[in-house]
Nanobody
Framework: QVQLVESGGGLVQAGDSLRLSCAASGRTFSDYCMGWFRQAPGKEREFVAAVSWNGAVTHYADSLKGRFTISRDNAKNMVYLQMTSLKPEDTAVYYC?????????????????????WGQGTQVTVSS
């Protein structure tokens, strides 16, 4: 079992930056590919970014490349999502998720159905 707790959400203005954090506890954090997803009102949950177990490989939703950066600190069991140049359409609940990929190969997972553990989400609201 892995427990995930997100933090850092809030109300910001368009153009602002925000950093989300996700604290993990439970099983070996470095066995997991970590992802961020988001869900806006009335929309399906969508992939935002993912980082491999060792932080060497990252992947982003095409529409977010250049504005969002995912990173992790395995020593602290933390994963981060740095968001810049925020837009009103970035308004959503942001979820941290973990999927067990092991640490023998580098794997990135973008399919939310492959993620085993989810946090409770943190609200990000961007005003225009």
């Amino acid at each position: 079992q892995v427990q995930l707790v997100e933090s850092g959400g809030g109300l910001v203005q368009a153009g602002d930056s925000l950093r989300l954090s996700c604290a993990a506890s439970g099983r070996t954090f470095s066995d997991y590919c970590m992802g961020w997803f988001r869900q806006a009102p009335g929309k399906e949950r969508e992939f935002v970014a993912a980082v491999s177990w060792n932080g060497a490989v990252t992947h982003y939703a095409d529409s977010l490349k250049g504005r969002f950066t995912i990173s992790r600190d395995n020593a602290k069991n933390m994963v981060y999502l740095q968001m810049t140049s925020l837009k009103p359409e970035d308004t959503a609940v942001y979820y941290c998720a973990a999927t067990d990929t092991g640490s023998s190969i580098v794997v990135i997972e973008t399919n939310l159905e492959e993620y085993d553990y989810w946090g409770q989400g943190t609200q990000v609201t961007v005003s225009s």
